[in-house]
């Protein structure tokens, strides 16, 4: 931090990865910033901490290996001292080479360091656009009516689909006879718990998961579902071997009772530091609950599991951000005025935390009278942005992916395009940010 005030105000609406994270780019920068976040006078209906920076689908921030577009993504986000990834290395709990973290503490670690930064949140629901520029928006997948309105009357009708939130069982329900520790190809320890099923078990899950009644859609008549959250119940009307390619691959495991690999696996990854929780990997789910009891308790392992969360089904709202926004996250036809996270269709945590950093530094820089900036297109963090902000035909959420970056010949490519982000991310920040 650079702990001096040089000039420049912003305004952010919204305490989630992406709000946070431009209030403290903005702050290290020298400037000031104000973040407007509703909980706890009103709680969405994912949301239970009073605190900012809430996880509330996974744990995980994904993979920390520099080839992985998530993990570069990361390393990019060091560059600029991102607080998402420090909160997430100080609050780290054991999952191999994915970088998850104890919730509870994430969150309180931002707020901490946020408040010590001198950034102010005023509590409250905005319920209209305020007039403050710049202007963040960072409200997120689950933005409230009424301020979804208010978005509406300046962008047109805006998009829904929904995000499927995966069970937490209790450690100590899970039968371990039934069950082993380990990594896929021994990478990363023996981190996970692996609840493997016979090809009869499995057959026999298949079938009631098909049959399991679902939860409505309420008020909305069509369930859109993001391909990188779908919920499991749909992926296996894709096919009987579907699942068996996806989250309930066996692959690079090995049950230590029958030195086989199982015919299916399900993965439950650590909730939180102290290992009383486990999350079912890849299971997000819009099952009743009572279905969601009945039918997971089919795998053996979690024949008595006891449920500290069961899977739900929420709204994910986002702009129609190609036709929107430019590069640097700002309203085309508002100047001053920014969006940054889930709201502008980036899909994941680490890319909600880079869309906020991105959004913070040129809302500043719009504050001190200078040009926005965007990294160039060889980063994973300039490519998402262009893809986010250029997309042509319809526009989808979007994960960080390699596919965005600009090609590489030779038998080193993921490598060498990850070297190569990283060198020109690291020029492009010295550069931007000097000014």
């Not at 699942?243 to 009772?257: K, T």
């Amino acid at each position: 931090m650079t702990g001096e005030h040089v000039g420049g105000n912003i305004t952010i609406i919204g305490g989630g990865l992406a709000g946070c994270e431009a209030a403290w780019q903005a702050a290290r920068l020298g400037g000031r910033a104000v973040i407007r976040e509703m909980k706890p006078e009103r709680f969405s209906p994912a949301h239970n901490m009073p605190t900012l920076a809430e996880l509330v689908c996974s744990n995980s921030l994904k993979s920390d290996s520099i080839e992985n577009a998530a993990g570069l993504l990361k390393a990019e986000l060091r560059a600029l001292d991102s607080l998402i990834i420090r909160a997430a290395e100080a609050t780290r709990v054991p999952a191999g080479q994915t970088l998850a973290v104890d919730r509870s503490a994430f969150s309180e670690y931002v707020t901490s360091e946020l408040q010590g930064a001198g950034v102010r949140v005023e509590r409250g629901e905005a319920r209209e656009l305020p007039g403050d520029r710049p202007l963040v928006v960072a409200t997120g997948p689950l933005t409230s009516d009424a301020f979804a309105a208010a978005l509406e009357g300046l962008v047109g009708k805006g998009l829904n689909f929904y995000d499927a939130v995966a069970p937490i069982v209790y450690a100590d329900s899970i039968d371990m006879e039934r069950a082993f520790h380990a990594s896929r190809y021994g990478k990363g320890g023996d981190d996970y718990v692996n609840c493997p099923l016979a090809e009869g078990e499995y057959g026999a899950f298949y079938a009631e998961l098909l049959k399991a009644d679902r939860a409505g859609a309420r008020e909305f008549e069509k369930m859109e579902s993001f391909e990188a959250c779908m919920p499991i119940e749909a992926m296996a009307e894709r096919g009987p071997r579907t699942l068996l390619f996806g989250p309930m691959r066996p692959v690079g495991l090995v049950d230590p009772r029958t030195g086989k690999r199982p015919f299916a696996v399900v993965q439950l990854r650590r909730e939180n530091r102290d290992g009383t929780l486990y999350n079912l990997v890849g299971f997000q789910t819009r099952l009743a609950y009572n279905e969601q009891k009945r039918v997971f308790r089919m795998i053996p392992a979690l024949e008595r599991a006891e449920f500290a969360r069961l899977g739900k089904l929420h709204r994910n709202s986002y702009l129609d951000s190609p036709r929107l926004l430019s590069c640097s996250q700002e309203l085309r036809k508002s100047t001053g005025l920014f969006f940054a996270g889930q709201i502008t269709g980036v899909e994941g945590y680490v890319e909600s935390a880079m869309s906020g950093a991105l959004a913070g530094i040129n809302a500043l820089r719009s504050a001190r009278g200078l040009s926005a900036v965007c990294p160039p297109q060889t980063t994973i963090s300039g490519a998402l942005m262009r893809y986010v902000s250029g997309k042509e035909g319809e526009f989808s959420p979007m994960n960080a992916n390699m596919g965005l970056l600009p090609h590489i010949e030779g038998k080193r490519r993921r490598e060498m395009q990850a070297e190569r982000a990283v060198e020109d991310f690291t020029r492009w920040a010295d550069e931007a940010l000097a000014t």
